[in-house]
């Protein structure tokens, strides 16, 4: 279910991402028109090909915005997302021996299978989900790990589960803050570029007019700086690289398994919540 809901994800992410770009660059090539001579041999003195031009890339891009609107590959995105992460988040806990599937209570393969059951029932329009029976969700490594000492578990737990996420969160909130710099550094560029090309043509320094184009690049780069939100991820990923982090350092040395149980709660209760706020702000 992990690897569906996961794959459904990216690919309604791709499907979500390239309409947009090509939506923008749709828009971006309409005001580009604007710059053809109206005059032109090849057509009559009453068509000025560069609005037709215009007007049909216009056209174009409404179809993909409706498609946008209609198909909404977002919504299978964040849905794909948030039940992968949630199925995922279940298989750790139940493996590492974490609430609520601590060693000392009974029947936890049962209970395990009905918080599956529960979550897949939450997506009813997510139509890529396997038809393999939901009891073999529970993975030989899942057992495996879940029979192993505490010790091992705990190794486990840490390397593969707190430490890659934390790693992931550290790397992706470093990426975006990249991103975020060279798309607001770029949007800057070209408002003063616009600011120029206006004075230009308002002092007759220049007769081609490239106000137009200008200012609709800026509009674009400040549009997909709102459909990426770089620096309203890399803040969030850096928060939860921290609280992954903290979480690292207070790691628990006793062989006690209740403690370990609420300890492990704890830690994916912290990587649940930048998920869910995630998913609330894309939302």
Known sequence: ???????????????????????????????????????????????IPGAILAGL?????????????????????????????SIKTLAWR???????????????????????QQIVDQFPGLR??????????????????????LAERRNVYANARIGDQGRWYAQKAEWNRRRAYIWGAGTLILQFAGAVAAFARG??????????????????????LQIKQHATLAESYGVAASELSAISESLPTQDDESAWARF????????????????????
């Open 57 to 85: 890339l216009f056209l174009a891009a409404g179809v993909l915005e409706t498609s946008v609107v209609t198909i909404q590959p977002e919504r299978s995105w964040y849905q794909g997302r948030a039940l992968a992460e």
């Open 94 to 116: 139940y493996a590492v021996a974490g609430e609520p599937f601590g060693q000392d209570g009974g029947a936890t393969d049962a209970l395990l299978l009905g918080r599956f």
């Open 264 to 283: 492990v709660d704890q830690s994916e209760n912290a990587i649940s919540r930048e998920h869910t706020t995630w998913r609330a702000k894309r939302a």
């Open 203 to 224: 002092f007759k320094f220049e007769s081609l007019d490239l106000l137009s184009v200008v200012a609709v690049l800026s509009t674009v780069a400040v549009a997909w």
């Open 1 to 47: 279910m992990f690897q569906f809901a996961d794959r459904a994800s990216q690919v309604s992410q791709r499907k979500f991402l390239w309409r947009r770009r090509i939506e923008l660059a749709f828009l971006v090539a309409a005001a580009v028109c604007a710059l053809i001579p109206n005059e032109s041999v090849y057509f009559a003195s009453q068509v």
């Open 128 to 149: 890529t989900l396997p038809n393999a029976a939901i009891d073999s969700e529970i993975t030989p490594w899942m057992r495996s790990t879940r029979n192993e000492p």
